[in-house]
């Protein structure tokens, strides 16, 4: 079965300095991976993905993830955070098949200190 | 291009009433799909739709829960009778097409509260 593990519910980082969001993967089969944000009272937003081309994938906002296959990991990273960046912040795997189910993970809050 | 859309954003009901809730997805979007997010959790699958047409509903309490999608367009999920556990952010999502990696598309949500 897939499913996701965000190791962090919490990560508190000041301004400028880097980020890093943890998230493991559970997976049969190769997997497609999704980092998502939601913003209050806005809507999800994709930030990047991950679907077997090049393992270092680049997103939006700065923001990049890397997928380990040996490690099961996808963790998602940022040089310098922002304080726009503060959010929460959730690792998506899509269920192999014709459906493109989603399997969130439980959420990373991020906050960012000035 | 518009986005998902969603109505109402807020609701607020007592338990045992029923509550109705409206999906427009992005425009030419053959798959639509309803989430319930709780608080502190992520959000999970409640149905999926190609088209007119159920895909998944495997997570739905079809005691209380319904959804349609009848013209294949814009989507309801109804609620009746509501639970004090039905508190939570429902979210509308669609995608152009449905398969493994493609980009699922978000509306604001419904934050629906039962007291």
């Known amino acids: 079965a897939q499913s996701v593990t965000q190791l962090d519910s919490h990560v508190s980082v000041s301004e400028g300095t880097p980020v890093l969001l943890r998230c493991n993967y559970s997976?049969?089969?190769?997997?497609?991976l999704f980092w998502y944000v939601q913003h209050p009272n806005k809507g999800l937003q994709l930030l990047l993905k991950?679907?077997?081309?090049?393992?270092l994938v680049k997103g939006i906002n700065g923001f990049e993830a890397e997928f380990k296959k040996s490690e099961t990991s996808f963790h998602l990273t940022k040089p310098s955070a922002h304080m726009s960046d503060a959010a929460e912040y959730f690792c998506?795997?899509?269920?192999?098949?014709?459906?493109?189910?989603?399997?969130f993970g439980q959420g990373t809050t991020l906050q960012v200190k000035p | 291009e518009a986005g998902v859309a969603q109505s109402p954003r807020y609701k607020i009901i007592e338990k045992r009433q029923s509550v109705a809730f409206w999906c427009n997805p992005i425009?030419?979007?053959?798959?639509l799909y309803w989430y319930q997010q709780i608080l502190g959790q992520g959000p999970k699958l409640l149905i999926q739709?190609?088209?007119?047409?159920?895909?998944?509903d495997s997570q739905l309490p079809k005691d209380r829960f319904s959804a349609e999608r009848l013209k294949g367009v814009d989507s309801t999920l109804k609620i009746q009778p509501a639970k004090l556990e039905d508190s939570a952010v429902y979210l509308c999502?669609?995608?152009?097409?449905?398969?493994?990696?493609?980009?699922?598309?978000f509306g604001p949500g419904t934050r629906l509260t039962v007291t």
């Open positions: 997976s049969s089969y190769s997997p497609s």
């Open positions: 999502a669609s995608s152009s097409q449905s398969g493994q990696g493609y980009e699922q598309y």
């Open positions: 425009s030419g979007h053959a798959t």
């Open positions: 739709f190609q088209n007119n047409g159920v895909v998944d």
């Open positions: 991950y679907t077997s081309a090049a393992t």
């Open positions: 998506v795997v899509s269920i192999p098949g014709n459906t493109g189910k989603l399997i």
